[in-house]
Every structure is written in structure tokens, then in C-alpha cells.
């Protein structure tokens, strides 16, 4: 399957912006469709962010929306999130996922719509 690679994360203070990357191996039809999903301790998985295929659609989860953007370069074979007003909040662990289908936008940020998960990538925001 595909391989995905996250980076760009890091340390920064409350306020501040990161802009995470995530690199596909190859341009497939497993990357149609692309969402950033993380992680904290004692948390559950919650989706981020959703891009479909040509990029002109996004979701975003509503503790994001307005701060946070995703985008994609097919040329490139890389999605990016950029995260603006980081909040400590927004401390977790940062995957990149990508799927062949979504089947409705009710499933844009459901992880079990993906199939490829990249490593993942750490974000943490000291207030």
C-alpha cells in the first residue's frame, strides 16, 4: 500500500503556527481522498481536517475550523495542514490518512473511512 510521511512538527508556544506535511510514495487511487486525524493521551482519535480529491472540497472539525486549513499539491503527492492560534488544546500526536472512497461527507472525518496512515508526527503548544 501506499506509504505516507508526516512532518513539520514541533514545539510552540500558544498562538503560534505550525504547517505539517505529508508525503505520499506514490499517486494512487489510495490518496483520493486525504484527512489529518491526532492523538492525545487518554484521548480518543478525532479527525481534523478532510480533503477530496481535486482539492476543492475540505471539512473540518468544528475545534479547528477557521484556524486550520488543509490543502494538497497532486503534483507533489502532499497534503498539508496549516495550523494557526495553536492552543495547548491542540497538543497531540498528528496523523495523515488517505482513503480510495469517502462515501458521503458524514464519513470525511471518520477514520474508518482511510486505509493508509502515515507514522505521525508530534505537535505540542506551551501556554
Known amino acids: 500500500q501506499v506509504q505516507l510521511v508526516e512532518s513539520g512538527g514541533g514545539s510552540v508556544q500558544a498562538g503560534g503556527s505550525l504547517r505539517l506535511s505529508c508525503a505520499a510514495s506514490q499517486y494512487t487511487a489510495d490518496t483520493n481522498y486525504m484527512g489529518w486525524f491526532r492523538q492525545a493521551p487518554g484521548k480518543e482519535r478525532e479527525g481534523v481536517a478532510a480533503?477530496?480529491?481535486?482539492?476543492?472540497?475540505?471539512f473540518y472539525a468544528d475545534s479547528v475550523k477557521g484556524r486550520f486549513t488543509i490543502s494538497r499539491d497532486n503534483a507533489k503527492n502532499t497534503v498539508y495542514l496549516q495550523m494557526n492560534s495553536l492552543t495547548p488544546e491542540d497538543t497531540a500526536m498528528y496523523y495523515c490518512?488517505?482513503?480510495?472512497?469517502?462515501?458521503?461527507?458524514?464519513?470525511?472525518?471518520?477514520?474508518?473511512?482511510?486505509?493508509?496512515w502515515g507514522q505521525g508526527t508530534q505537535v505540542t503548544v506551551s501556554s
Open positions: 480533503i477530496y480529491p481535486a482539492g476543492v472540497t475540505t
Open positions: 490518512a488517505g482513503s480510495k472512497l469517502v462515501g458521503s461527507s458524514k464519513r470525511a472525518l471518520d477514520g474508518a473511512s482511510y486505509s493508509s
